[in-house]
């Protein structure tokens, strides 16, 4: 299977991040989400344990997620007219769960065990800083990080880690060589700000104002 580089890059990162998680007692949640057509179909539906979310995507991108899953991600949100395998520019989401359906690991434990595993696969020069994105996107309980080396092209360029307690969900923005990051950024930012959570068997929606 044709990949570009940076992809295969995000994809063995996500082999060791799962390699980690599941030694912390979590794994990957199967292909379970529904398209939301009133969105265009740019938009997912997922039910989780004891909460639901929709994750839509900024404008001017789309929602993929049979093609994401064969790379090793729940969902992605690339942007429109462009395949997969040649986008400049990926929004990746994972969502992890206990298999036994019980509680995740704290999320400060679950972020510094995918932070090491980074750190080593990329190796010295990087840097992983915590950042403060937007009230709106912070206020829904987010934690940032971005990742940066001076000394050479790193494809990945911000991670953001979202826990219910009973999921953890993680976006993952990544870039080709040449693309402007500030653009990334922008994109990456309005996903998150777009991200809804509901309580399930409830119609509130705890983010919408926020």
């Given at each position: ?7 295969l ?16 007692g ?14 265009g ?100 309980g ?40 500030f ?28």
């Amino acid at each position: 299977m044709r990949r570009f580089w940076a992809h295969l890059v995000v994809v063995l990162i996500i082999v060791a991040t799962a390699t980690f998680a599941a030694e912390l007692g979590i794994t990957p949640v199967p292909s379970g989400f529904a398209s939301d057509t009133s969105s265009g179909n740019n938009s997912a539906f997922f039910e989780g344990d004891s909460l639901s979310y929709i994750l839509s995507a900024p404008e001017k991108y789309r929602l993929i997620i049979d093609e994401a899953a064969k790379h090793g991600y729940s969902l992605a949100f690339i942007p429109e007219g462009v395949a997969f395998d040649s986008a400049q520019v990926t929004i990746a989401v994972n969502i992890l769960s206990d298999p036994d359906g019980g509680r995740t690991v704290p999320l400060s434990d679950f972020i510094l065990t995918d932070t090491v595993a980074i750190a080593h696969h990329y190796g010295p020069g990087l840097t992983i800083s915590k950042v403060a994105l937007t009230d709106k996107v912070d206020d829904k309980g987010f934690k940032s990080f971005y990742l940066n080396d001076k000394t050479r092209f790193v494809p990945d360029v911000l991670l953001s880690y979202f826990s219910s307690g009973s999921e953890i969900l993680v976006f993952q923005l990544s870039i080709r060589d040449g693309y402007p990051r500030f653009e990334a950024e922008k994109a990456f930012v309005e996903c998150l700000s777009k991200f809804r959570i509901l309580i399930k068997g409830s119609v509130t929606d705890f983010t919408t104002d926020q």
